[in-house]
Nanobody, 113 residues
Framework: QVQVVESGGGLVQPGGSLRLSCEGS???????MAWYRQAPGKAREFIAR???????TSSDSVKGRFTISRDNAKNTIYLQMNDLKPEDTGVYYC????????WGKGTQVTVSS
């Protein structure tokens, strides 16, 4: 059963950057992995995903600002977030694409001046 722990969130000013990490306690290398976020009062939304061989794609809302990557040797997925905006505020989760299971607790990102 897949288990992940997200980290790297925090409070940042608009225009700032953060790098989120998603570490697996089980191996993540066979999976397409994805990042999602849930803003207060809104449904969880897809942000970006990356295939096992490192091909990434992202939603239009973050394209050009966020980059997903992975280090299979470290069993970790990353989300580099640049030029952050207040609307990027939310809890960020990572999870294997299309897999049912118990998601992690996520990591809170707050973009505010």
């Amino acid at each position: 059963q897949v288990q992940v722990v997200e980290s790297g969130g925090g409070l940042v000013q608009p225009g700032g950057s953060l790098r989120l990490s998603c570490e697996g306690s089980t191996t993540l290398s066979p999976y397409t992995m994805a990042w999602y976020r849930q803003a207060p009062g809104k449904a969880r939304e897809f942000i970006a995903r990356i295939t096992p061989d490192g091909s990434g794609t992202s939603s239009d809302s973050v394209k050009g600002r966020f980059t997903i990557s992975r280090d299979n040797a470290k069993n970790t997925i990353y989300l580099q977030m640049n030029d952050l905006k207040p609307e990027d505020t939310g809890v960020y989760y990572c999870w294997p694409w299309g897999i049912v299971g118990r998601w992690g607790k996520g990591t809170q990102v707050t973009v505010s001046s």
